[in-house]
């Protein structure tokens, strides 16, 4: 059996064609289909193709395809899934997506998979050699995940990525930021692999470079205590989100440091308080606690991107300077600046949808630099103005210049090269939105 997987690319989606290249700082490949081509039995050859690195093969006659797709990417997915149909061969879809839109997804395919894969795919594939495939494969998403497979990295087209270096440790989180999927779909509980398996696999990563791509590594102490503490002697080098919350722990960070963190992805949302955001109690100062957060992460070398969501209900046109300047004061490395996306399936969608304040229907635009609903207390230009006015202050070349240099006294020269990509590839953005920013002026004047 031939079995053909597919991550669609959302940027051919939403510019028409495909858009140039994506900067190479931010080509890591999820782990979502590597782990499907592992749960699969020996005997069938699966290719695995990402359409934003390579062309879709769609006369290559599989005898199935299984295509992963988030919401921005869904719509391509929709696309590539008809034309295999079209030419007689079977689709499956699965993926985040298809877990907040089950009925939608399952008019463009033969089957769906709704949520995880060990408990799915491969009675999937049983049924499908047998000639009884079904329309509907749901997961209970409370898979045990000792015993998992090693993701099929081997599977990814070489030198198409920084790394294809993922790795997951647990699933799932405790918090329930109204935004985020994770929760409302896989669950409050986290679940953890053995910490022996995951450090087995990570000591078997061809190369030293490795993202941890856990939705949080500040939740399950112990846990990550133990997985750091064995990180230790293999010497290598990583990357992770954290909530900014772990710099409380001295002995997390210290152990965070010592394990080969190389720098950390750390949410701070928003500045002021939101509703339906991780709460500080009312004695602490927000803002404060934050900037203590980026000294413990530079004090052991550890440079920051720090996260900011534009589009809260109590964002108002003040946000935009406060923020920046608390960017730039809190001295992070690099900014990923985003307005707030109301992805369907968040507790989020589902508020503004009771509300009327869902303005967007095409899930090609549900990207965090576009506004698919009508913010509160301001209009939904002015957030989009004030978003890209906020990017482009923090990435002019004289700041973006100061910011590497300070990483320069702070890390490794291979840690300043990648602060300088993380930063270049931003500015990239930056730019590109500014010139069509500008164009869409002149064509209204
Ligand atoms: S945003 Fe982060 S902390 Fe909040 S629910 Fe999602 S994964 Fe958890």
Redesign the pocket.
Known sequence: MTILLIYPSARRMAQGAFSGNQARAQRYPGMGLALVAALTPPGARVTIVDDEREPIPFNSGPDLVGISILTPNAKRGYMIAREFRERGVPVVLGGMHVMACPEEARKEADAIVVGEAEDTWPQLLRDFGAGAMKAIYRSSNDNDLAGLPVPRRDLFRKGGYITVNTVQATRG?P???EF?S??SLLGRRTRCRPVGEVLEEIRGLDGRIFVLND??VSQEKDYFKALFEGMIPMKKIWAGNA?WNIARDGEMMDLLARSGCAGAFV?FDSIVPQEGL?KVSRAENRLTLYKEAVRGFHKRGMPVIGAFIFGFDNDDSSIFRKTLDFAIDSGIDAAQINILCPYPGTPLYARLAREGRIVETDWNEYRTGHVCFEPKHLSREELFRGYVGVRKAFNSRRRVAGRVLRTAFLSSPKVVVTGLAVNMAFRKGTVDLVKKLRAADRTRV
């Open positions: 989180c918090f329930d930021c985020c994770i929760t939705d949080n909530s949410g991780k």
